[in-house]
């Protein structure tokens, strides 16, 4: 934060800092570092695929997240992810063809954007000796966190969730990646708290967002964004706020690539909150929370989180990964929402499942907070924030089977298992539901079945 000058070694254990308390930044001195002359100097590490550091989408960036030694790094091949157009979801949102596309993070080894900014913590964490590594989370953090610590058997991993704050889907991936996982009664915000203390009392590394080095990878997908655009920095970023560490990561890397030189202008970014978990929207589109210089007005936030404790209200919506209340990297945030001429908006989860059916219509399955990003994009492009002919990135942060229940809620037949998944948080109606057709075993009913359906 201006005002505090204070640096630590990169060797330190530390999150915070010490003076003034506010998250800490990974700060280059560029002026002593090699910079590639341009961004298309990184294409040449394709012709090295049988090189794990050129292999990791990642790690053939390591120029623009040079902190680690690179005999430190633990890459298990991130980063291979795919930026898709899709004229079918540009329909849906409203955009002309051609301008609509979808960053498809699912495609990470534990299916979700997550594998980006672990594998640069727990490179950090490995260069500093540790054990142990642990963290809060809604499913995603622990499915990466258990999957490097049981691919590399460097650590052990101790996993924080909430009571009945998790898929099967990502809870499954933490228990059988050998992970230490502890259920504690309450939300992620309560699970972040004590999972803060612990690390602290027991000096267990901590890989959530708060971790500086976590964001660092999180910059590498907008650098496979624009290399996929062949370097053409696109109008809208548009990107679903949970913990708020990837809209953090984004405007970093494009304040990183503008003061380089590497690009000549920066994209507009979008934050799509669920509803039923909105803090960023009503502080920021509501109340009016900017950046300010680095100076926020934090008696905004204090009053606001007062106001949410006086009223006992939780984060509440299907969409688990951004069901967050108190989102840590909110600071980084908004530092990110001024440079990029950034917009936060709320979606709900009806709008959510709607997008998400539409984006698994045109070949791509998401799970529901992903989609928050397609909706947010609907949403702006109807206020007429976003205009038909501007280039739009919408980010899906985690696979479809991260979560499948909501997916088949929202398609089956059965009202009673669509209102217990779905009628709980508000979901009406299913518009683009893609029902099971129910014949009987009966080769004549069955042809009639797929003639009158086809």
């Known amino acids: 934060m201006p005002g505090c000058a204070a640096t630590y070694d990169v060797g330190e254990v530390r999150t915070s800092c010490a003076k003034c308390g506010s998250l800490l930044d990974i700060d280059y001195d560029w002026d002593s570092l090699p910079v590639p002359n341009s961004l298309a100097d990184f294409e040449a590490k394709w012709s090295r695929r049988n090189e794990p550091l050129a292999f990791s989408g ?36 409203g955009l002309n063809e051609g301008n609509l596309f979808l960053q498809y993070e699912g495609m990470n080894p534990s299916g979700s954007f997550k594998d980006n900014g672990m594998t640069a913590a727990f490179t950090h964490a490995h260069t500093i000796g540790a054990s142990r590594a642990a963290c809060a989370s809604t499913g995603n953090t622990s499915a990466s966190l258990a999957l490097y610590c049981g691919v590399s058997k460097l650590m052990q991993a101790v996993i924080f969730i909430g009571s009945g704050k998790i898929s099967y889907g990502k809870l499954s991936q933490a228990l059988d990646y050998g992970a230490l996982t502890i259920q ?46 062949r370097w053409r920095v696109p109008d809208w970023i548009v990107v679903p706020g949970g ?51 680095g100076r926020p007005d934090a008696s905004i936030i204090n009053n606001y989180y007062a106001e949410m404790d006086d009223a006992n209200r939780r984060a ?55 989609a928050a990003s397609v909706a947010g994009a609907k949403m702006l492009r109807e206020q007429g924030v976003i205009a038909p002919d501007e280039r739009v990135v919408c980010i899906l942060t985690g696979h479809q089977l991260k979560d499948p229940t909501a997916t088949v809620a929202y398609h089956t037949h059965d009202q009673n298992e669509f209102n217990r998944v779905l009628g709980s948080r508000g979901v009406n109606r299913a518009a683009f539901a893609n029902r099971a057709v129910q014949v009987e075993n009966n080769l004549e009913e069955i042809i009639r079945a797929i003639e009158l359906n086809s």
């Open 184 to 229: 504690i009664a309450g939300d992620f915000d309560d699970a972040m708290h004590r999972v803060q203390q612990v690390s602290v009392k027991q000096g267990i590394y901590l890989v959530n967002s708060i971790n500086p080095f976590r964001l660092e990878g999180q910059k590498t997908i907008m650098f496979r964004v624009l290399e996929a655009l």
């Open 58 to 93: 990642v790690w053939r960036f390591y120029d623009l997240l040079p902190f680690a030694p690179l005999a430190k790094i633990v890459s298990i091949g991130e980063g291979q992810t795919l930026l898709h157009p899709s004229n079918g979801v540009a329909k849906f949102v």
């Open 316 to 370: 509440s919506t299907i969409a688990s990964a951004i069901e967050i209340n108190r989102p840590v990297n909110l600071y980084k945030c908004l530092r990110a929402l001024e440079c990029c001429h950034g917009v936060v908006r709320e979606v709900t989860d009806e709008q959510m499942l709607d997008a998400k059916a539409q984006v698994g219509a045109n070949g791509l399955g998401c799970e529901p907070a992903s």
């Open 243 to 293: 913990n708020l560490g990837n809209s953090s990561a984004f405007g970093k890397a494009f304040h990183e690539l503008h003061q380089l030189g590497l690009i000549d202008r920066m994209p507009r970014l979008a934050v799509i909150n669920a509803a039923g978990a909105d803090t960023l929207y009503q502080l920021y589109e509501k109340r009016g929370l900017r950046w300010n210089g």
